[in-house]
């Protein structure tokens, strides 16, 4: 449901005209900021030489975004379009801290973009968010003058109908839809509903809505459902998945065997046999050397 930001005045006759400024009753303003990613469109950077480059880095689109110098934003921002290869697009992305529940107004500045002139029709576009009491928006650029001419504090609110709700801006023009408005400084702030609210969870799910078509949400989906058909209390079961360890056991039986068998070679051995096995090598190195060759003779400084 689209709300308004500020009081309403509601004009009362009370024996003469009185004005009384009357709050809307969930219109009060949201305060606290929410992360819209890529809000500035400053990534992907177009390189100096180009005016646009394609993608449109945190967000859903088949377009991209356009360079400092041809936004000509009065804060020097890029800009994301609404129209790329001859045709209207759309541009989405979800507002990952919002639970569901929070009242948010999203703001945004808007341009016409200089490649349509006072010949053309203001640039036409829509902006929606998932939940079927949110009321789309409709909104139209300043007046085209082949040059900038933006419009600064674009404003929507709505009531978020599921975590991460997905905002999407759309192209609804009908003449030259190739030059669809500029859009940036995408921006949100909120009230969010209180932590275990019965109509919210008590944190964002990365897998609500379309996230969870994701490679890895579906690799958790599907975690989650073995699990439940094969919880770990079920021996059979675990049994069917990784195997009785008949192998490994096996490999186990082997090792203690091994040990076991080491342990019975006998060590012990007469002295005098172990240094009749120790002197081979070096009586054998020593047998040619004659007693003038050396002024000790080997017997006297070793033992064989």
Known sequence: MLRTQRARLLIAALGGAVAVAAPVPAGAEDTEPAVVVNGTFSSPTVPAEKTFSAGVDGWTST???????????????????????????????RLRGVRKGATVTLSWDDNPDICVTSGNAKRAYTTTVSGDTNTPGSFTTNTPTGKANWFLGRTYSFTAAEDAPQVTFTSADTDKPSCGALITNVAAKQTAPPLGSPQSSASSDPCAGDGASSPQCKDVAAGKDQISKCPPTDRDCLAGVAGKGDKENAGIDKETQAVEDFGKVPRDQDPNTAASDLCTLPNALTSAVQPGDAVVPPSDWWFC
């Open 63 to 93: 377009g991209g975004v356009a360079s400092t110098t041809r936004a000509a934003h009065p804060q020097g921002f890029q800009a994301a379009t609404l129209g790329w290869n001859g045709g209207g697009i759309s541009l989405s992305t």
